[in-house]
């Protein structure tokens, strides 16, 4: 199974940890030059501004703001731990709201050495404390799975499956899922997974990057589509199927990339966007 190719880059968001050397207004500047059709903000990026500003200045660029990232890291060993992973994520929430983005990706966390099924219950617990005033703003919540590697303190959700249990739980229209290839590329469940999430409408985004062999950092050393060994082409499929037509968000962590000249990084990703996504 493979997905029609892609012919435009209208349906391109690409993340501002992406390019990473850029301030917010270089990136909305050089992905509007470009022609990406989104882009998805990362909360550091608007430290010092005014957001609503930046987020006119976004929609003055033609950019769609997919999404605000990141949210989550509830589970906490002290009570006071847990009501300020709260309150940061209403904090996150107020933010999405002021710049005018529809949801909020969640990376959920975890406690080293505290069980994982602990850390499961204070993430849903902590996304139920958040859910009204996400309500009152409708703004969506998209849990990420994370891959297994992470599971010590990044994060205690790390396949589909799980975040599909904590939605289940949750059952609101508002919570879904942030479907990230580098962290769910392995699963032999994944095609099983994505079909759920779609027929219960909670596919929430859908993020892309590629996995490279050997890969000499765990964080930083993601490969641009095409450069690894995900099978990109397959996996979109498979959310088509399902019922996505939203962005492929470009996500990718990379040191390498980074050292780069910003601007030819751009052009790479427009061309592995187009060729191997």
């Known amino acids: 199974m493979s997905a029609i190719p892609l012919t435009d880059t209208s349906k391109l968001c690409v993340h501002t940890i992406t390019t990473k050397p850029w301030s917010v207004e270089e990136a909305m500047d050089k992905y509007a030059e470009a022609g990406v059709g989104g882009i998805t903000v990362w909360r550091q990026w608007l430290e010092g501004r005014k957001i609503s500003e930046v987020g006119d200045q976004l929609r003055a660029c033609d950019l769609e703001i997919v999404s605000l990232c990141r949210g989550g890291f509830f589970p906490a060993a002290t009570s006071q731990g847990l009501e300020d992973a709260i309150e940061d994520n209403r904090l996150a929430i107020r933010e999405a709201a002021e710049l005018g983005a529809p949801m909020i ?39 990420e799975p994370l891959h297994p590697m992470y599971a010590d ?12 249990e904590v939605c289940d739980r949750l059952d609101h229209p508002l919570v879904g899922i942030a479907a990230d290839v580098y962290h769910i590329w392995w699963d032999p469940d994944l095609a099983e997974q994505i079909r759920i999430t779609g027929e219960k409408n909670r596919l929430f985004a859908y993020h892309v990057c590629d996995w490279m062999t050997p890969t000499t950092d765990l964080l930083n050393d993601r490969g641009l589509m095409g450069e690894g060994c995900i099978p990109l082409e397959e996996i979109r499929a498979m959310v088509e199927k399902a019922g996505f037509t939203g ?25 592995a966007y187009l060729n191997h996504t």
């Not at 902590?126 to 849990?143: F, K, S, V």
């Not at 303190?153 to 599909?164: E, K, L, V």
């Not at 962005?247 to 780069?260: G, K, P, T």
Request: hydrophobic share 45%.
């Open 105 to 143: 990706v969640l990376v959920c966390g975890a406690v080293p050495g505290q069980a994982l099924d602990e850390s499961r219950k204070q993430i849903a617990d902590g996304i139920a404390a958040a859910l009204p005033l996400a309500e009152d703003y409708n703004i969506r919540l998209a849990i």
């Open 153 to 164: 303190d990044r994060s205690a959700i790390n396949t589909m499956a799980s975040a599909n």
């Open 247 to 271: 962005f492929n968000e470009v996500e990718v962590f990379s040191d390498r990339w980074w050292a780069r000249d910003q601007d030819e990084f751009l052009t790479e990703i427009k061309k």
